[in-house]
């Protein structure tokens, strides 16, 4: 994982932006935030696991199928299952040495 502090890359109201092997972060003391670090791993496993560009289509289909679901970009963001086990688990520094595979799986939900 490469990070790169570069506010320009990351989207309006978000942290940070996870294109595999690199997390572009709008901010530097983020560097330094473990949980944030965690959430951005996590995204990182999910996406070897999907072989990377699979990953990108699944989270593109499923972010078009939830604003259509919830009819808010936030709340279609918040319920992709990719975030949802990020952000479930993101305290959880130790929760990739026990992660099974492919588990964003538990958290599809329609």
């Known amino acids: 994982m490469i990070l790169i502090v570069f506010k320009y890359l990351t989207p309006k109201g978000f942290r940070g932006l996870t294109f595999y092997p690199f997390v572009f972060m709008s901010d530097l003391k983020d560097t330094k935030n473990k949980v944030f670090i965690n959430h951005e791993k996590i995204h990182i496993r999910q996406q070897l696991e999907l072989l990377i560009l ?46 099974s595979f492919w588990s964003f799986f538990k958290f599809i939900s329609i």
Request: hydrophobic residues 35%.
């Open 54 to 99: 699979p990953f990108y289509i699944w989270y593109l289909l499923e972010y078009l199928f939830r604003i259509i679901q919830c009819k808010d970009r936030k709340q279609a963001y918040l319920n992709i299952s990719f975030e949802r086990e990020a952000y479930a688990n993101e305290k959880d520094l130790d929760y990739l040495k026990s992660r």
